[in-house]
């Protein structure tokens, strides 16, 4: 049985805008030829293809089930109470069993030491074995062997999947169609083996994870790595949902101070004036203090935890797009002044179009690259602040998966001694790939947007 | 070179340190002070008021200051009470009707406690209790005398005073004045003879004016308090209740010198942050000399403190002699206690690993780097931490976890056979054991009723055991098998969880609480345990408030609970289960509205009983109903760890005393020493990092050379 | 001049309400009074009883706006709105919920938050600008082009990494500074050297990449150009030309946060234990201590709004062509 979610049907709304901008930009030749520019380049083109991989994994997390299980003295079938995503199920070898505490990445022992009762009655302080996972080495005897082999297997399985995807996908439209002017041969190759490597690493990583922990198991004996990559899809909503929601309220009163000017401009910008002037952590942080004893007094009743963190994150989102939004709103005012002197513009309003078609039709498309650049900025801004509202403890529910609560919980962790350094380090090492893609790919949109700003290197 | 490296940033370090002979991360401005206790505390402490202060992290500190009637014994076990300030134990006396002494047991309604106190005791220097010329000069602060005040310290004049039994009887009144938000006023007002109708008359006596009013306190007296002469006082209690004496023991009953409470409530004082609320006045072996809660506390010995000679055992073994390791040693000891606060874990931990604090709990996450289970099971320390010469002192705290069957459940509660078998069956299938090893990281001990260890009447599930869970086999005492709670299921009518009535599988509710990471692990294993014997558990996730509400209506079915001991008497857990104290029905503490008629009538004989071997009898009676009712699935007790440095010495683990840092010790030579050797500074990084920068300068200066004369040319 | 400060302190005015009223809707009107002390209250049973007097103890007790059972003034003064909203103007921030001043609390705290962001705006200001030059000397190459990679990289490092590596690092391993702490006076230089060098090295990344975009926009313009076509060699053109000219938006960009350091650094203090304003945010934030949130939540934007007009003032004295109206 499927479960939407409120974070799920907004992360589809957001997947479909994304389709119907893309079908706008390919009927569209000015549009076109800006993007063109995006894929044209290096960075461009591997941060694009990261990121989607990403957003893949996070929309395959946000298609919910309830799993029917069948109850074997009774022979009914019930919904069990557990909410699984897509996600959990393909990747269900890395999780369906927990350990019982801290062990190291491709340890077969855990942790720490453990007294353990011998068969002849006697005690002794070892280090258990896994119950699980480390010991079953699939293909050799020994770790290093069976580490190389697991390694070619994945590269040939790998290979065999993309000359698949290559021939069926790519070949049509990337050659029938050469003089489409988004590709070119030489950002074919690169597009081609961005692809399969992230393959590559996705298919050595899955079958690795069958055989170990790759990143190590946390205090209940979790695996770091199905935490780590659940995590994918709150750093993700985080970074988009926020922006998305706000969207409207920015562009439209945006456009009107803008546009109309007069009374109405005063009183949207006293509005985003008085909201700019609180420092946005107080403003976060006073806002979701506030919700979170509204919630607490008013519950809805949820029957799970799901429903309720699931709540939480929205509304996470939408306070960190209350304060995200104004800056935005403040551009689009300075520019559609601007545009409203523009010569065609004022031409339409002689010719006596009314006002709001003046909108749709001149003044949105004429913004809309403001609007983009904001939207790729703010995103690995937003997934940065997400861990440290965690830390403050007003980030997401602490149920929820997110890179925040790994970070959280690795601070009691990096004073132990030895140190666990693994959750701390796959949260740093998922989020940085995360943002640092983020952050090349809104270097790469700024520049073909605004072209004054773009400093191309010789 | 690297040597020239070193030295340069030794000279910079020292520059910055001013101070050669101690380690470059220490805290610290000054070690020089040898006698000093270094601590921490985690959250600041908001009430230092002993009217009010009612949570560990503020008995820390007001327990050091302020002196009750009475204390525990530092090293007796079971806890055992002796006098602080009283001269000796309380004469108890009961009073019939008409306050007439009587000695027949079924004739009393009232009890007569009369305490004397030691002549001679001192308060703290104060600014409240200076006087000039007979007249109290700091009672009528103008502003302009208050503009260079800005803490306590900075009045000039200070003195002090007797104490007085008047000031005990003074302190009480304060307890039943509604404006001082005393947490145990609604308790007292049960007990105490008069309290409640002062308590009224307070409220109906409203004066503006803060001086009247305390005026007013000080010259009205509550009917059951009398004070006899400058030394003694008697209490009223409305019924008999012998438990009394440990509430004289906490400091809700300090001293308090009417004075301060004057000088205190002056209007400009409050904008400076002096109140009682966080400068405490009292009698013990410390006062607080620098109270910055953002910061630090400072606790140093109070020169008037009277001085209490170091506790001694008796010891059973040698004939009865005393015994004592600091024989005839005063305390307190320690000069100054140090409290930093540390409000992050991790500082904490390795700060106390790095000898900077003597002392520290073991939290949840440093266990089991720090603790190990040796061939008896018992605990010690890893091997790493008893080289540094860490000790550990373990107890169990005087507490209970448990999850509790609401009685007044159509299907879980209530006194037919057929819910009784279901609720045996579900004690046996939980394994609080696996509880213990996953949750509480092995902190905990296995409860076979309410009463913890270390409370009289304890059984500890070898030769006294709960019958209804455990069995004997060959003189092991081990859990019943799942296979006898299937047996139990099915008697109950419930065969493989199928309500046979019906025909429909029997699901249950569990009422959950709280949003943290452990909730969901709890919750799942909650499920896995009852799907032992094939019940379906539904949890119900709300908040404490949400959950409080269910309580208080009983709607709720099943819920985990715990209960934290006021004072150690088995009457303080077994009253959980007193019918009178249901609470749906009278809102007391009996969660889960237990009540069964010959339990109620042993617990009333029971709770006025001292200690003796009819009372066991009758306690062991007691359990015997309620392990075989089934109202809780007796979960366990934590136990508490805490770590300190061997130079710190006499620690004691004693959960129910709060004023043990007058008994503990400092040896600074092996402090320093350590100190030293464990920090030593490790400057490598530093050079491959100065090296880098270096040649990286002049890699750039090169290059920029090259490329402008390249432009020029 | 001075009329034009006036003016600009005039337009505050509304603003600082409409703040005080978005506060006070957030904090009085989405949650009851009764609400807040049930939270607060949350541990043990709570009866009305308790919940009165713990309103009343905070003076929560009185209506919102118009309280029917004064007369006179007092009918808007014994009001929830005056007691706790209005007051901010007059800068009376009352009690705190557990009990102490808030302004001699916050008195305190703003000198411990300035002694760590003060030296970490102007160190990272100079090492900002330093590699920023850098780069824009060497620009359009391979050292440009990696250069801002890094930064790129630098930036993608949640600032927790940083916090909690460095403290690992240098405090527990190294043992060179004590891990977390604060002392009065010169030997709180050993508590701040860490978190300043922390601090700096997080702003590097975006600091760097935005002066070096202040400068290259500079380096386009004519005069530099002329300069150049001199025969002045590059390093002179940068320092005395390109760099000069950047002092203007650099200096505006300092004047504007200038104010807003007073609040401190919100994670940074709460790791080291540095008892200032911003670990007195965080402690208010999670203790729900709402009357400090209320008060910081006001001097933040008393704080922004100082900082906007002293960049006006100054734009004005650095460059002269910019006349105020």
Redesign the interface.
């Known amino acids: 049985m499927f479960v939407y979610l409120l974070t799920d049907i907004f992360f589809y709304l957001i997947i479909i805008s994304l389709l119907i901008y893309i079908l706008y930009v390919r009927r569209t030749p000015d549009m076109l030829r800006t993007w063109s520019y995006v894929f044209k380049n290096k960075t461009g083109i591997i941060s694009i293809v990261v990121l989607s991989f990403f957003m893949l994994i996070a929309f395959f997390d946000s298609i919910h089930v309830k799993k029917k299980i069948l109850n074997n003295d009774t022979n009914q079938f019930i919904y069990s109470n557990d909410i699984q995503s897509l996600l959990d199920i393909i990747l269900l070898p890395t999780y369906e069993n927990f350990e019982k505490s801290y062990s190291s990445p491709f340890s077969s022992k855990l942790y720490s030491k453990e007294t353990i009762k011998l068969k002849d009655g006697s005690e002794k302080r070892i280090y258990p074995g896994l119950a699980y996972k480390g010991n079953h080495n699939k293909y050799s005897k020994n770790i290093s062997a069976n580490l190389v082999i697991t390694a070619i297997l994945s590269l040939v399985k790998s290979f065999i999947i993309f000359l698949f995807f290559y021939l069926i996908i790519f070949y049509r439209t990337l050659y029938e169609r050469k003089n489409n002017i988004f590709y070119n041969f030489k950002n074919n190759n690169i597009l081609c083996i961005t692809f399969y490597i992230l393959l590559f690493i996705f298919l050595l990583l899955y079958d690795l994870s069958t055989q170990y922990y790759v990143l190590g198991t946390d205090k209940v004996g979790v695996d770091v790595l199905y935490k780590s990559i659940k995590s994918i899809r709150t750093g993700i909503l985080i970074g988009t949902l926020t922006t998305i929601v706000m969207l409207p309220f920015a562009i439209f009163l945006g456009i009107f101070a803008g546009f109309i000017g007069g009374i109405v401009d005063d009183i949207i910008q006293y509005i985003y004036t008085t909201l700019n002037s609180i420092p946005s952590v107080l403003l976060i942080a006073s806002a979701i203090l506030i919700l979170q004893v509204h919630m607490a007094n008013n519950p809805l009743n949820f029957e799970n935890i799901y429903e309720r963190a699931d709540l939480r994150l929205f509304f996470l989102c939408m306070i960190l797009g209350l304060t995200s939004w104004t800056g935005l709103c403040r551009l689009l005012r300075g520019e559609s002044m601007k545009l409203r002197e523009v010569e065609f513009v004022q031409a339409s309003q002689t010719f006596g179009l009314n006002k709001f078609s003046i909108i749709i039709r001149h003044i949105i498309p004429n913004i809309m690259h403001i609007v983009i650049i904001t939207v790729v900025l703010d995103f690995s801004a937003l997934v940065l602040a997400e861990a440290v509202l965690s830390y403050v403890n007003i980030g997401v529910d602490p149920t929820t998966y997110s890179w925040g609560n790994m970070i959280n919980d690795a601070r009691l962790e990096m004073s132990r001694e030895p140190v666990v350094w693994w959750s701390l380090f796959s949260a740093f090492l998922f989020m940085f790939i995360l943002v640092l893609f983020a952050n090349l790919f809104a270097d790469v949109v700024r520049d073909a947007f605004d072209p004054r700003a773009s400093k191309k290197y010789e | 070179m690297l040597k020239l490296f070193k030295y340069a940033f030794i000279v910079l370090?020292l520059l910055?340190?001013?101070c050669a002979d101690k380690?470059?991360?220490?805290?610290?401005?000054s070690l020089k002070n040898k006698n000093v206790f270094y601590s921490s505390f985690q959250?600041?402490p908001?009430?230092l008021d002993p009217a009010r202060s009612y949570s560990s992290n503020e008995y820390a500190f007001i327990a050091q200051i302020y002196e009750p009637l009475f204390q525990y014994h530092y090293l007796e076990k079971p806890y055992k009470l002796i006098p602080l300030t009283a001269e000796r134990m309380p004469v108890v006396k009961y009073l019939d009707k008409n306050f007439v002494e009587t000695n027949k047991s079924n004739n009393i309604s009232y009890t007569k406690y009369i305490v004397n106190i030691k002549k001679g005791i001192m308060y703290q220097d104060h600014p409240a209790f200076y006087k000039k010329n007979g007249q109290f000069i700091y009672h009528n602060l103008s502003k302009n005398q208050l503009k260079k005040i800005n803490s306590l310290k900075d009045f000039t004049h200070e003195s002090t005073r007797e104490l007085i039994a008047k000031d005990y009887v003074y302190q009480i009144k304060r307890l039943s004045d509604?404006?001082n938000?005393s947490?145990i006023a609604g308790v007292m007002q049960e007990y105490i003879y008069g309290f409640s109708e002062y308590r009224k008359k307070l409220t109906d006596y409203k004066d503006n004016n803060y001086k009247n009013n305390q005026n007013y306190i000080i010259d009205n007296d509550i009917a059951g308090i009398k004070v006899i002469n400058r030394y003694s006082f008697s209490i009223i209690l409305k019924k008999q209740y012998p438990q009394f004496i440990y509430w004289l023991a906490m400091p809700f009953f300090s001293p308090m010198p009417w004075e301060a409470d004057i000088f205190y409530g002056q209007e400009p004082l409050?904008?400076?942050?002096i109140?009682l609320?966080?400068y405490p006045v009292g009698t013990g072996p410390f006062k607080l000399t620098e109270n910055?809660p953002?910061?630090r506390m400072v606790l140093e010995k109070n020169k008037n403190f009277r001085g209490e000679v170091y506790p001694s055992l008796l010891d059973k073994i040698n004939n009865g002699k005393l015994i004592s390791k600091n024989k005839d040693l005063v305390v307190p000891f320690i000069e100054k206690a140090i409290y930093?606060?540390?409000?992050?874990?991790?500082?904490r931990?390795?700060?106390f690993?790095?000898g900077?604090y003597d002392n520290s709990g073991i939290?949840s996450?440093?266990y089991?780097?720090a603790v190990?289970?040796?061939?008896s099971?018992d605990i010690s320390l890893t091997e790493?931490l008893k080289d540094k010469g860490i000790h550990l002192a373990t107890a169990t705290a005087a507490s209970t976890y448990y999850i509790g069957f609401n009685m007044l459940d159509s299907v879980i509660g209530g006194s037919n056979d057929r819910a009784r078998l279901l609720r045996q069956a579900l004690t046996i299938a939980i394994d609080y054991d696996e509880y213990i090893s996953?949750f509480a990281n092995g902190r905990g001990i296995l409860a076979q009723s309410p009463i913890p260890p270390g409370i009289f009447g304890y059984q500890d599930g070898t030769k006294e055991y709960n019958h209804t869970v455990f069995q004997n086999k060959n003189n092991l005492v081990i859990k019943k098998s799942i296979k006898e709670a299937k047996i139990l299921l099915k008697k109950a009518g419930y065969k493989?969880?199928?309500d046979e009535r019906t025909g429909k599988?029997l699901i249950l509710y569990f009422e959950a609480t709280g949003?943290?990471?452990d909730?969901?692990?709890f919750l799942n294993w909650l499920?896995k345990q009852f799907k032992k014997i094939?019940i379906?558990l539904?949890?119900?996730?709300?908040?404490?408030?949400?959950f409080?509400e269910k309580m208080?209506n009983g709607t709720g079915q099943i819920f985990q609970w715990g209960w934290n001991a006021d004072y150690p008497d088995p009457e303080n857990f077994l009253f959980l289960l007193y019918s009178k104290n249901g609470k749906v029905k009278f809102?007391g503490e009996n969660a889960s509205n237990y009540s069964n008629y010959e339990f109620d009538k042993l617990f009333l004989k029971m709770k006025n009983m001292e200690n003796s071997d009819n009372r066991e009898n009758i306690i062991k009676e007691m359990l015997k109903i309620i392990q075989y009712d089934c109202p809780w699935i007796w979960g366990f007790h934590p136990k508490s760890f805490s770590l300190s440095h061997e130079w710190f010495e006499n620690v004691e683990s004693n959960l129910m005393a709060n004023n043990t840092l007058k008994y503990n010790k400092i040896n600074d030579n092996i402090r320093s020493e350590k100190i030293k050797i464990w920090?030593?500074?490790?400057?490598?990084?530093?050079y491959i990092l100065l090296v880098l920068l270096v040649s990286f300068i002049i890699s750039?200066l090169v290059?920029?050379k090259k490329?402008?004369e390249e432009?020029?040319l | 001049m001075i009329k034009y400060i006036i003016k600009r302190i005039l337009y505050a005015i509304p603003i600082l309400i409409g703040v005080n009223i978005l506060t006070f809707t957030l904090f009085f009107v989405v949650n009851s009074p009764d609400e807040i002390a049930r939270l607060h209250l949350g541990n043990k049973r709570v009866t009305q009883e308790q919940i009165i007097s713990w309103n009343e103890e905070r003076g929560y007790n009185n209506p919102l706006f118009y309280n029917n059972s004064e007369i006179g003034l007092k009918v808007f003064k014994k009001t929830i709105f005056y007691e706790k909203s209005f007051k901010l103007f007059l800068f009376d921030f009352g009690l705190s919920d557990s009990g102490r001043d808030i302004k001699y609390d916050i008195k305190q705290r703003m000198w411990p938050s300035l002694a760590i962001a003060l030296p970490s705006l102007f160190v990272g200001l100079f090492i900002n600008i330093t590699f920023a030059l850098f780069f824009v000397f060497f620009r359009f190459t391979y050292v440009d082009y990696f250069g801002v990679i890094l930064c790129v990289a630098l930036m993608s490092v949640s600032s927790l990494f940083y916090i909690i590596g460095g403290q690992y690092l240098i405090s527990k391993l190294l043992h060179l500074v004590p891990i977390s702490g604060y002392t009065q006076g010169l030997d709180a230089i050993k508590f701040l050297i860490l978190p300043t060098i922390i601090s700096v090295i997080y702003s590097i990344g975006s600091g760097t990449r935005w002066y070096r975009s202040l400068f290259l926009e500079e380096i386009e313009k004519d005069y530099v150009k002329t300069a150049r076509s001199k025969g002045l060699s590059e390093v002179t053109v940068l320092f005395h030309h390109v760099f000069r000219n950047a002092l203007i938006p650099i200096l505006t960009g300092v004047v504007v946060i200038l104010p807003l350091l007073f609040l401190g650094s919100l994670i940074v203090e709460s790791f080291f234990g540095i008892p200032g304003l911003g670990s007195y945010t965080i402690d208010a934030i999670q203790s729900q201590d709402f009357a400090i949130v209320r008060a910081m939540v006001f001097l933040g934007s008393i704080l922004y709004i100082f900082g906007l007009i002293l960049t006006d003032i100054s734009y004005t004295l650095v460059d002269p062509r910019v006349s105020l109206k």
């Open positions: 370090f910055l340190e001013g380690p470059l991360n220490s805290p610290y401005s959250e600041r908001k009430h509604k404006k938000h947490p409050k904008e400076k942050n109140t609320n966080w910055n953002n910061l930093s606060l540390e409000k992050e874990q991790i500082p931990w390795n700060k690993l790095q900077y939290a996450d440093n089991d780097q190990s289970l040796d061939k099971g790493d996953i493989d969880g199928i599988p949003s943290g990471a909730t969901y692990a499920r094939n379906q539904v949890t119900r996730v709300t908040d404490y408030n949400r409080q208080i809102g920090n030593k500074a490790n400057f490598t990084l530093m750039v290059m920029i490329k402008d432009k020029v």
